[in-house]
């Protein structure tokens, strides 16, 4: 065993773990490609989600994942939340009334805070300074913008229920489900969100995510290109690379993935490898 942990076999295994993080979904920003617009046919087909459903998209910057979703589902009820001006003021053109938005930031407390981010609208905008130094990205303060819980923005807008809560709040994720309140569990049938480097300048784990969402009675699997993937929280799977999750009501059962084509493994590990 000394031998494989040889320094010469050092590139091998990098070159490896490039691989199985591709394979297991790790590092693909694009939703065509790394299951987000899949999974909202599968909730529709599960009846998951309602004839009607009401959706929230917390941190939409400027509406690419609002627009697919209500191509997606034209009779969806779309709540779209972006706190940065740039960005909120295309959200709105995007949109053109088919969908409330909210020019606020949701998270675990009602107050005001510094919005961070490389340029106005970026969509590295975040409520935490990030180092991104390494990458050549000086994040500065833009503005200040408003932050809400979403179960007081719930009660206000007389919404009791929420098919789906998709958070992509770039390291503020967990503090909206914290904001969540009651309405986590019985009020909210799936949520979707990311961890990734955004958490390590949040100071966030994933069992931190595990311990709030098993606590109201959720199970969490990695959201896959077509497919979710059933996890147990352990030391091993805190790896803090971009990927979504899924949280559903624990049933007891297992969620059957479907296969994946064999051309988009390839294709995914291929850009891995030209990237190491």
């Known amino acids: 065993m000394r031998l494989w942990r040889a320094q010469r076999l050092q590139p091998l295994w990098e070159r490896l773990h490039a691989a199985s993080l591709a394979g297991m ?5 694009y939703p065509a490609t790394n ?23 917390v941190g939409a910057n400027v509406g690419g994942y609002s627009l697919a979703l209500l191509e997606r589902l034209p009779t969806a009820r779309l709540y779209a939340f972006e706190p940065s001006a740039a960005a909120y003021a295309r959200l709105e053109g995007a949109l053109a009334g088919r969908a409330e938005t909210f020019q606020v930031a949701l998270g675990s407390k009602n107050e005001t ?7 106005a609208g970026s969509p590295l905008a975040s409520l ?4 991104l130094r390494r990458r050549g990205i000086e994040m500065a303060e833009m503005e200040s913008v408003e932050v809400r819980r979403l179960d007081d923005l719930c009660c206000e807008r007389a919404v009791d229920r929420i098919d789906l809560l998709k958070i992509d709040a770039e390291g503020s994720d ?5 904001g969540a309140g009651g309405m986590l569990g019985a009020g909210i049938s799936a949520i979707q969100f990311e961890f990734g480097g955004t958490a390590v300048d949040a100071r966030q784990s994933l069992r931190d995510f595990f311990d709030l969402l098993e606590s109201a009675g959720y199970r969490v699997h990695r959201l896959l290109p077509a497919g979710l993937w059933p996890l147990t929280w352990s030391e091993r799977i805190e790896i803090a690379e971009y990927a ?6 624990h049933t007891g059962g297992e969620l059957r993935a479907t296969p994946v084509r ?5 294709l995914r590990i291929g850009r891995e490898f030209s990237d190491t």
């Open 174 to 178: 967990l503090d909206v489900l914290r």
């Open 128 to 131: 935490h300074r990030r180092d």
């Open 244 to 249: 979504n999750y899924v949280a559903l009501p």
């Open 25 to 29: 979904n790790f590092r693909d920003i």
């Open 262 to 266: 064999p051309e988009d493994v390839e």
């Open 35 to 57: 299951g987000e617009l899949w999974l909202l046919g599968w909730l529709a087909e599960r009846s998951l989600l309602t004839s009607s459903p009401s959706v929230f998209d």
């Open 113 to 119: 805070r510094p919005l961070y981010a490389d340029s």
